[in-house]
Structures are given as C-alpha cells and as structure tokens.
C-alpha cells in the first residue's frame, strides 16, 4: 500500500485529490492537513509515504516545509499540487519527488502513482533489527527474537527467550518500528502476538502467557482488551 497524506489549506482541493488517489486501490489516504504547521504535527503520528503538498499556504510555504516533512529514517516522496507552475524550479531544489498542475490530470497523476510504486517496491525490505546495550557495545536483535518489550522511563528493556536488553529508544518507537506484529497491551508492555503461549483469564482482565523462559505473565489493560481478543480470534 502508498500510504499519503494531503495537505491543502483548501478543503475542496484536497477532497478532489483525494477522489482521484480513490481510483488506485494501493493507495490510502492516511490524513489531511490545511496547513504545513498542521502537517508537520500530523507527522509525528502518522506513517505515510507521500505527501500531496501544496505550495501557497497560510504561514509556512509547502517549499519551506518539504525538508521538514522529510527530516525521518526513511523520508516521504514529496509531490506538489500547486496552480502555480512557477514554482516548479523552487520545487525541484527542495528534492520534490515530482510536481503537479491544478486541477491535477487524472492520467498525470496515474504516472505518478506509477513511479511511487516502483519506488516503493524498491524499498520493500526494511531491516528488521533492533539496537540494544549489550557487552558494552551494540547487538543488533532480530524482531523475531523478541518476546516484549517493557517501558523503562525515557528508554525500554526488550526481552528475548532467556534474557533482557537495555535499548535507548521509547517503548513508543519501538511500537513505530516494530509493526502490526506487536501489540501495545498496556502503557508499559509491547508483546510480539507471535510468542503469546496462552491467556489466563482473572476475575475482571486476562493476563497473557508468554513462550518464554521465565514463563512471564503480563496484565492486559482493560482499554486493550476487546482489541486484543479480536486479534487473537478469542
């Protein structure tokens, strides 16, 4: 899936672009924007892979706000809608991944989407690898080779089959990093579904069992649990 966010300080442009994307089934829209300020808020909560910009916006310009919206790990392909096509060279310094023309051409934008899954197949594989203290040094873990991982102030403890790491990343980025396969079930734990052994069942919350070698027990926060059980089809 092209995961884009639209960010148009016009609620009828961004509605328009948002019915043409609908024609390409491997495209979500996964938020909208009116302004660059708000884009650039929406960003730290949302994963996307592109972002429809418009140029000419109350307070921050969609030029001046591209490098921002690419400051990440794996930074968004930048596309500018803009009726302005004088902006195109300001547009292009700025790394755009391509600019279009209002109102957008259905067929135009079809090549765009076109190259956004070529680029996207192109960085299919991510490394799935998690730095953690260990030695005095750095060990790099596997996904699969975590069990949960445990909120420690601003850092986490990440726990494997029989031992447990220091990382120096939040529960919270490692809820990012880590993906669908694990699940927040309280503000304090993340478990990987997949090392989930069985459930316990208390009188007013269950508590999940892991495949672990100290055969933890964690708490399932009662806000989590109807989540939770849909997930693990119970």
């Not at 302004?35 to 307070?59: I, K, N, T």
């Not at 310094?93 to 600019?99: K, M, S």
């Amino acid at each position: 899936m092209i995961r884009a966010l639209l960010v148009d300080d016009e609620t009828p442009a961004r509605s328009e672009l948002a019915y043409l994307l609908a024609a390409h089934g491997d495209v979500v829209v996964v938020g909208e924007a009116a302004s660059a300020a708000e884009a650039l808020e929406l960003a730290q909560r949302a994963v996307y892979d592109v972002v429809f910009l418009d140029v000419e916006m109350p307070g921050i310009t969609g030029v001046e706000a591209a490098p921002l919206v690419r400051e990440r790990a794996d930074p968004p392909a930048v596309v500018f809608v803009t009726a302005h096509a004088e902006y195109a060279v300001d547009a292009f310094a700025v790394e755009a991944f391509d600019y279009l023309l209002k109102p957008v051409d259905p067929q135009r934008l079809a090549r765009v989407i076109e190259r956004l899954r070529e680029r996207t197949r192109e960085n299919a594989v991510p490394v799935e690898k998690i730095p953690v203290v260990a030695a005095g040094g750095t060990e790099l873990l596997d996904y699969d080779q975590v069990h949960f991982v445990q909120a420690e102030g601003d850092y986490s403890r990440v726990h494997t089959y029989d031992r447990s790491y220091l990382s120096t990343l939040s529960i919270g980025d490692l809820e990012e990093k880590l993906g669908p396969r694990f699940v927040r079930i309280h503000r304090s734990h993340l478990v990987n579904l997949a090392k989930v052994s069985g459930v316990r069942r208390t009188t007013d919350r269950f508590r999940l069992q892991l495949a672990d070698a100290p055969k933890t027990e964690l708490d399932v926060a009662r806000r989590q649990s109807r989540q939770l059980r849909e997930k693990l089809g119970l």
